[in-house]
Protein backbone atom coordinates (compact mmCIF):
# COMPACT_ATOMS: atom_id res chain seq x y z
CA UNK A 1 0.00 0.00 0.00
CA UNK A 2 2.55 2.42 0.55
CA UNK A 3 3.84 1.71 -2.90
CA UNK A 4 0.94 2.47 -3.95
CA UNK A 5 0.49 5.67 -2.02
CA UNK A 6 4.40 6.77 -3.34
CA UNK A 7 3.05 5.66 -6.91
CA UNK A 8 0.02 7.92 -6.66
CA UNK A 9 1.94 10.69 -5.03
CA UNK A 10 5.02 10.66 -8.37
CA UNK A 11 1.77 10.43 -10.70
CA UNK A 12 0.02 13.73 -9.17
CA UNK A 13 3.59 15.72 -8.89
CA UNK A 14 3.97 15.03 -12.70
CA UNK A 15 0.53 15.95 -13.51
CA UNK A 16 0.74 19.00 -11.38
CA UNK A 17 4.11 19.90 -13.12
CA UNK A 18 2.36 19.28 -16.76
CA UNK A 19 -0.48 21.63 -16.15
CA UNK A 20 0.87 24.34 -14.27
CA UNK A 21 1.16 27.20 -16.01
CA UNK A 22 4.23 27.66 -17.68
CA UNK A 23 7.04 29.93 -16.24
CA UNK A 24 7.76 32.91 -18.26
CA UNK A 25 10.24 31.73 -20.21
CA UNK A 26 10.86 35.26 -21.75
CA UNK A 27 11.78 37.16 -18.44
CA UNK A 28 14.60 35.34 -17.52
CA UNK A 29 15.88 36.03 -20.78
CA UNK A 30 14.80 39.82 -20.63
CA UNK A 31 16.57 39.44 -17.20
CA UNK A 32 19.86 37.93 -18.74
CA UNK A 33 20.13 40.16 -21.45
CA UNK A 34 19.41 43.31 -19.82
CA UNK A 35 22.15 42.47 -17.72
CA UNK A 36 24.77 42.81 -20.19
CA UNK A 37 23.62 46.81 -20.82
CA UNK A 38 24.52 50.02 -18.76
CA UNK A 39 20.51 50.66 -18.02
CA UNK A 40 19.08 47.54 -16.79
CA UNK A 41 16.11 49.56 -15.68
CA UNK A 42 15.89 51.46 -19.04
CA UNK A 43 16.28 47.80 -20.84
CA UNK A 44 13.85 45.92 -18.74
CA UNK A 45 11.41 48.58 -19.39
CA UNK A 46 11.77 49.50 -23.02
CA UNK A 47 11.05 45.41 -23.52
CA UNK A 48 8.78 44.62 -21.19
CA UNK A 49 6.77 47.41 -22.45
CA UNK A 50 6.34 45.22 -25.63
CA UNK A 51 4.31 42.40 -25.42
CA UNK A 52 5.88 40.02 -27.83
CA UNK A 53 9.13 39.91 -25.62
CA UNK A 54 8.44 37.73 -23.40
CA UNK A 55 8.36 34.94 -26.40
CA UNK A 56 11.22 36.34 -28.41
CA UNK A 57 14.95 35.23 -28.52
CA UNK A 58 17.77 36.99 -27.84
CA UNK A 59 17.98 38.41 -31.83
CA UNK A 60 13.99 39.35 -31.21
CA UNK A 61 14.52 41.46 -28.00
CA UNK A 62 17.48 43.68 -29.92
CA UNK A 63 14.98 43.92 -32.42
CA UNK A 64 12.52 45.18 -30.01
CA UNK A 65 15.61 47.62 -28.50
CA UNK A 66 15.69 49.04 -32.14
CA UNK A 67 12.32 49.88 -32.26
CA UNK A 68 12.53 51.90 -29.17
CA UNK A 69 15.65 53.99 -30.46
CA UNK A 70 14.02 54.45 -33.71
CA UNK A 71 10.69 55.74 -31.81
CA UNK A 72 12.99 58.41 -30.08
CA UNK A 73 15.26 59.41 -33.28
CA UNK A 74 11.62 59.75 -35.37
CA UNK A 75 9.74 61.67 -32.58
CA UNK A 76 12.75 63.73 -32.09
CA UNK A 77 13.08 64.34 -35.88
CA UNK A 78 9.68 65.72 -36.14
CA UNK A 79 9.85 67.73 -32.70
CA UNK A 80 12.68 69.65 -34.35
CA UNK A 81 10.65 69.74 -37.65
CA UNK A 82 7.80 71.78 -35.57
CA UNK A 83 10.12 74.28 -34.26
CA UNK A 84 11.22 75.39 -37.83
CA UNK A 85 9.48 78.86 -38.77
CA UNK A 86 6.61 78.05 -40.86
CA UNK A 87 5.92 74.94 -38.74
CA UNK A 88 5.05 76.91 -35.40
CA UNK A 89 8.15 77.54 -33.75
CA UNK A 90 12.38 79.06 -34.52
CA UNK A 91 11.08 82.71 -33.70
CA UNK A 92 11.91 83.98 -36.96
CA UNK A 93 15.58 83.56 -36.19
CA UNK A 94 17.09 82.15 -39.53
CA UNK A 95 20.61 80.83 -37.51
CA UNK A 96 18.26 78.91 -34.90
CA UNK A 97 16.46 78.01 -37.83
CA UNK A 98 19.11 76.52 -40.05
CA UNK A 99 20.20 74.87 -36.73
CA UNK A 100 16.77 72.88 -35.97
CA UNK A 101 16.62 71.81 -39.73
CA UNK A 102 20.26 70.45 -39.77
CA UNK A 103 19.10 68.90 -35.85
CA UNK A 104 15.89 67.06 -37.87
CA UNK A 105 18.58 65.98 -40.20
CA UNK A 106 20.47 64.10 -38.25
CA UNK A 107 17.56 62.93 -36.19
CA UNK A 108 16.79 61.56 -39.61
CA UNK A 109 19.76 60.31 -40.59
CA UNK A 110 19.94 58.47 -36.75
CA UNK A 111 16.25 57.02 -37.62
CA UNK A 112 18.18 55.49 -41.50
CA UNK A 113 21.11 54.52 -39.05
CA UNK A 114 19.00 52.07 -36.98
CA UNK A 115 16.76 51.07 -39.99
CA UNK A 116 19.76 49.86 -41.27
CA UNK A 117 20.84 48.25 -38.20
CA UNK A 118 17.46 46.43 -38.08
CA UNK A 119 18.08 45.03 -41.99
CA UNK A 120 21.50 44.06 -40.78
CA UNK A 121 20.37 42.13 -37.30
CA UNK A 122 17.50 40.01 -39.40
CA UNK A 123 20.69 39.15 -41.53
CA UNK A 124 21.76 38.27 -38.50
CA UNK A 125 24.85 40.82 -39.88
CA UNK A 126 25.40 41.90 -36.07
CA UNK A 127 29.00 43.35 -36.71
CA UNK A 128 27.12 45.96 -38.80
CA UNK A 129 24.00 45.95 -36.99
CA UNK A 130 26.61 47.49 -33.91
CA UNK A 131 28.21 49.79 -36.31
CA UNK A 132 24.56 51.25 -37.40
CA UNK A 133 23.81 51.32 -33.85
CA UNK A 134 27.03 53.38 -32.98
CA UNK A 135 26.24 55.60 -36.01
CA UNK A 136 22.85 56.57 -34.96
CA UNK A 137 24.18 57.21 -31.16
CA UNK A 138 26.52 59.84 -32.73
CA UNK A 139 24.08 61.80 -35.20
CA UNK A 140 22.46 63.88 -31.97
CA UNK A 141 26.17 64.54 -30.66
CA UNK A 142 26.75 66.58 -34.32
CA UNK A 143 23.70 68.33 -33.53
CA UNK A 144 24.74 69.70 -29.68
CA UNK A 145 28.20 70.56 -31.24
CA UNK A 146 26.46 72.62 -34.31
CA UNK A 147 24.22 74.82 -31.18
CA UNK A 148 27.97 75.01 -29.30
CA UNK A 149 29.68 76.23 -32.55
CA UNK A 150 26.54 78.75 -32.73
CA UNK A 151 27.44 81.67 -30.74
CA UNK A 152 24.21 82.93 -28.63
CA UNK A 153 22.46 79.83 -29.16
CA UNK A 154 21.64 77.99 -26.25
CA UNK A 155 20.80 74.29 -26.48
CA UNK A 156 17.52 73.42 -26.16
CA UNK A 157 16.78 71.56 -22.56
CA UNK A 158 14.54 69.35 -24.17
CA UNK A 159 16.21 68.20 -27.39
CA UNK A 160 19.26 67.45 -24.64
CA UNK A 161 16.77 65.59 -22.58
CA UNK A 162 16.00 63.44 -26.01
CA UNK A 163 19.55 63.35 -27.09
CA UNK A 164 20.68 61.55 -23.29
CA UNK A 165 17.24 58.94 -24.18
CA UNK A 166 18.24 58.39 -27.73
CA UNK A 167 21.65 57.93 -26.49
CA UNK A 168 21.15 55.42 -23.32
CA UNK A 169 18.32 53.31 -25.84
CA UNK A 170 21.18 52.97 -28.34
CA UNK A 171 23.79 52.13 -25.40
CA UNK A 172 20.71 49.36 -24.28
CA UNK A 173 20.62 47.85 -28.26
CA UNK A 174 24.92 47.56 -28.18
CA UNK A 175 24.68 45.26 -25.14
CA UNK A 176 22.00 43.27 -26.10
CA UNK A 177 23.75 42.66 -29.65
CA UNK A 178 27.01 42.25 -27.87
CA UNK A 179 24.31 39.29 -25.35
CA UNK A 180 23.77 37.52 -28.99
CA UNK A 181 27.66 36.43 -29.50
CA UNK A 182 27.98 35.43 -25.81
Same mark, same amino acid.
Given at each position: ? !? ?13 ? !? ?37 ? +??? #? ?46 ? &? ?9 ? +? ?10 ? &??? !? ?6 ? #??? #? ?38
Amino acid at each position: M !VLQISASSFFILVLA !VALAPPAKPGASLIQQACRTTKYYDLCVSSLKSDPSSSR +ADP #RGLASIALAAALANATSTSSFLSSLVPGSGGGGGDPALSRLLRGCADK &YGLAGDALQAS +ARDLAAEADDYA &YMH !VVAAEDYP #RAC #RDAFRRSPGTAYPPELARREDGLRRICDVVLGIIDFLGS
